[in-house]
């Protein structure tokens, strides 16, 4: 089906990313015939990094004014939004986005730092030759994880006091689910923790009666 000519959001094709690279290659995109300009926003889906297009060099390659601080990937659906083309509130959000992404992975690397490696990666750095699944069933066998369990009980409470000691920041989706409105109704929180968020893609109407 042929694109709508003037949607602002472009989203044809999927797209290929690398880490800390500006270069975003295409795959059934059409960006310059479509009129991507520079100044767009471009993003890979369900992620945080919002990226400010630099150039479009083809079809089916394009420029990012900041490198890409996300996953490296490909086959990726992404979205550009046509609404933020040079203009200087587009330019100063994208290199806000661009200055938050770099700091955020900065931060999740020094945390992968602080928590150190699994320990299946120490099992396997002092000798331990099986695979991870062989390595649980050992602990199992032990009774080792049996032990480990009880001690993690307290990561499977459900209630808002619980929960607000843990940070996630999941993407919960695009639209607030009925088992979601009940386990806030309920006040277990059950799979809800500070950060999560929903993008939402319809806007939605609030009523409040007296």
């Not at 990313?17 to 520079?38: C, D, E, Q």
Request: charged share 15%; proline share 3%; net charge negative.
């Amino acid at each position: 089906m042929a694109e709508a000519a003037h949607t602002n959001w472009y989203r044809a094709g999927t797209v290929g990313v690398t880490t800390n690279s500006t270069k975003v290659y295409g795959n059934g995109t059409k960006w310059l015939t479509a009129g991507i300009n520079p100044g767009a926003t471009f993003r890979v889906d369900r992620t945080p990094y919002a990226c400010e297009v630099l150039r479009v060099i083809s079809d089916t390659e394009l420029e990012l004014a900041a490198p890409y601080y996300g996953n490296s990937g490909s086959g990726l659906t992404y979205s550009i939004d046509r609404n933020f083309q040079s203009t200087l509130p587009s330019q100063l959000a994208a290199a806000i986005a661009a200055l938050t992404g770099k700091y955020e992975k900065y931060i999740d690397d020094d945390l992968a730092k602080i928590v150190g490696p699994s320990a299946y990666d120490v099992a396997v750095a002092e000798g331990y030759t099986g695979t991870k699944a062989q390595w649980l069933n050992s602990l199992k066998a032990a009774g080792e994880l049996t032990t480990l369990l009880g001690r993690t009980e307290i990561l499977n409470y459900h209630s808002a006091g619980a929960h607000n000691a843990l940070y996630r920041g999941k993407n919960l989706g695009n639209t607030l689910t009925n088992a979601q409105s009940a386990a806030i109704r309920a006040g277990t929180f059950e799979d809800l923790y500070p950060g999560d968020y929903w993008e939402m893609t319809t806007p939605y109407t609030y009523l409040c009666c007296d």
